[in-house]
Structure formats: C-alpha cells, structure tokens
C-alpha cells in the first residue's frame, strides 16, 4: 500500500514544474502545487470524518484512488493534445489531487489500525513500513526520467495508471472499524464527527498544529521549483553537458533514498530526544535544505547539491512521520482517521498552500521577471529567502512548543 500510495505521487511531484517551464508556464508552477494545499483544507477532514463513521477506510481509500486515477490519466491525455488548454488541463489536475490528497492520511489510519489490530507498537513498527512509500516515489521518479517523461504530460497518465492499480488493491486490505451510533443525545461536533478538533483545547496540540503549518509552508518549494531550477544550468555553456543538469530528476531522487534511511532513525530519535528536538532537527534540516541550493551547481558545487538531498530526508521525515505519530499518540481509536485529517489539513492544507504561493511571488520576482537578467543569480536569492524562513521558524518553535507526551518516554 504504501509503495503504490507513494508512487502515484513520485511520477509527477518533482518533474512537474519542468513540464510547466518548458511548455512557457513557469510564472503559474505555483497554483498547480498550491492546488494540492487548497484541496487539503477540506479533502482530507471531510474523508476522515466519513472514514471514521460511514464508510471504511480501506474502502474510502480505494474509491479516492479510482476517481484520482481517472481524472490524473484524462490531464496526461489532454496535455498531448496540440491546442492543450491549461485551463482545461488544470481542471482535470485539480480534480484528481482532490481525490488524491485525502488518502495520504486515510493510508496512515489504515496502517495505523492494521497495527492496533496486531497489537504492535505503531512508534517502532510503522517507519519501517513506510520505508516503502519513498522507495515507491523513488522508483516512479527514476522511471519519469529514464523514459524521458519528465518534461511531458505523459508523466501524469504514469501517475494516473498507479493510482487505479491501489484502488483495486486497497479493497484487499484489512478492515476499518467505523464509528457505531450510541444512545442518547450527541452534540453537534459528536454528530458531525468534528471530535478531533477538541485538541485545539490542549494548549500543547494547538501550539503543535500551528507550527505543523508554519512548517508545512516548506514541504512543496523544493518539490515546485527544484527541477526547473537544476535545468536551467542547461543554458549555462560550463554547466549544459553535466549529468545534474540533463537528468534532475535523478538527482533529486538522492532526496528520496535519504529519506528512506531517515524513517528508519525515527523510533529511536523519537525516544532518545522527543518530539520537539526532532522537529527542531528538522527545521534545521529545512534550511540547510534551501541554503545549500542556493549555493550549489551541476559542477565543482555539485557535492552542495548532494548534500541538499541527503539533508532532505531528515527534514521530510522527521517532520511529516513524526508528527503523524505524535497526532496518533494523543488521539483515541475513534477519532484517529479525522485527527490524521486534520494534520494534513495543517500541513498541506494551510502551510503548503501559503508556501507555494509565497514561494511563487519570490521566484516570479527574482527568477521569472521580464528585467531579470542573470536568472541563476535570481534562482540563488530565492533559495536565500527560503532557508531564512525556516531559521525564523526554528527559533520561534524552540521558544513555544514545551510538550510532554508518550512518545518522550
């Protein structure tokens, strides 16, 4: 499940904004990722809250793939075609990461409660599982590039194909419990399975919720801006021949394989440092992640660039996994699948769609501006902005968050 779930992703996410540069939409990368953050305001709350009392996960799953999978592979299609619309092509893309979004968390609760089921511990046990996400986007990333897809519409009809193979596998997978109907009146939040927003009334979940979506502002820059940025080397003479520069999707992909190592260090850091030193690892990770693009190139700076990827994994990880454990720490079995909504709803939800559009007005006024004249010294001041974001967060988040949970212990 997880493989699928995550190569569905993997075959569009970083080779997107290359299509979108190289067909002349450069200046409008912004909105096809911030869409995925808008749809994520809603999407995955409402799907939890249908998982959690009408409908099982492991089925909510499998209907969200199908949809999702129908509208990505008609976008792949569509953007073939000579007289290709990008209104019409954005239509159909957002419809499907409409569908697609929710089951990042519906997959978690779906792990989650296979776990419960099996009396494990989902703090040791679920990383190494999700281990195979990554290895999926890895894989569907190296694939994209490979069959030279990276830079055409036919990178979404690969996406779109995966999707409609989970859909079908998910109706294998173990059963859900939803929520039964009990005696007695309900309050309104109880009747709308809203429960999951009581952690707000925890100064501690409030605090964590808030910088879930200062941080979630960085999740999709990288991913929107990265590709283009690498091949823009292309038109620098000392850079155009250099392997970065022709395949960036393999180069990001390093990304990825550091992302699989650092899941696996998640149980033990978790433990021996809590959560809040390893988001603040993160956060620092972040920075360093930006920093360094800004200083690196397919050439003598190409090590800069590697380390950017491998420092990637600890900032992914160490805040998308252990935040959604920590979600699951303090929350009970029958709000699990709406509580896992609302982080998404946080994270990518508020926090990503601020970040693409915010990330969207730096690079059009450094990088994608008529009067630009050295678009590599532009691209290098974008990733400065970026990296000073995330120090700012850093220290904000060490000042505030002071949690004691579970998984401290």
Known sequence: MNFLEFAVWGAYLTSMGAYLAGAGFG???????????????????????????????????????TVAGAFMAAAGVYGMASDCSMGILFMLYTLSVAFYMPTLALSNSVAFNALTQANMDTVKAFPPIRVFGTIGFICTMIAVDLLGCQTTSSQFIVSGGLSLLLAAYSLTLP????????????????????????????????????????????????????????????????????????????????????????????????????????????????????????????????????????????????????????????????????????????????????????????????VYNEGVTDVLAGWRTSWFVFAGYALVVLVLFAIVFRPKTRVEK
Request: glycine fraction near 10%; charged fraction near 10%; proline fraction near 2%.
């Open 175 to 366: 059963a859900s419990p939803i929520r039964k109907k009990t005696e007695g009146a309900t309050s309104l939040a109880q009747a709308l399975g809203l429960d999951s927003f009581k952690l707000f009334r925890s100064k501690k979940m409030a605090i964590f919720f808030v910088f879930s979506m200062l941080l979630g502002v960085s999740l999709q820059i990288t991913n929107g801006y990265a590709n283009p940025f690498i091949t823009s080397f292309k038109d620098v003479a000392e850079y155009a021949d250099t392997f970065g520069a022709q395949h960036a999707n393999i180069l990001i992909s390093l990304s990825q394989i550091s992302e699989t190592c650092c899941i696996l260090l998640i149980p033990f850091c978790l433990k021996k440092f809590g959560i809040k030193n390893v988001m603040m690892i993160a956060m620092l990770a972040w920075m360093l992640r930006f920093g360094l693009f800004g200083l690196g190139d397919p050439g003598s700076g190409l090590w800069m660039l590697v380390l950017s990827c491998i420092v990637y994994g600890v900032a992914f990880d160490f805040f998308n996994i252990s935040g959604a454990l920590f979600v699951d720490q303090n929350t009970d079995a029958e709000t699990r699948s709406s509580a896992q909504g609302l982080f998404m709803i946080m994270t990518n939800g508020f926090g990503a769609t601020i970040g693409t559009l915010a990330a969207q007005a730096v690079v059009n006024t450094y």
């Open 27 to 65: 200046s409008i990368i912004g909105w096809f990722y911030s869409i995925q953050g808008i749809v994520s305001l809603f999407m995955p709350g409402i799907m939890g809250i249908v998982a959690d009392r009408w409908i099982q996960a492991q089925r909510l799953l499998s209907i969200c793939h």
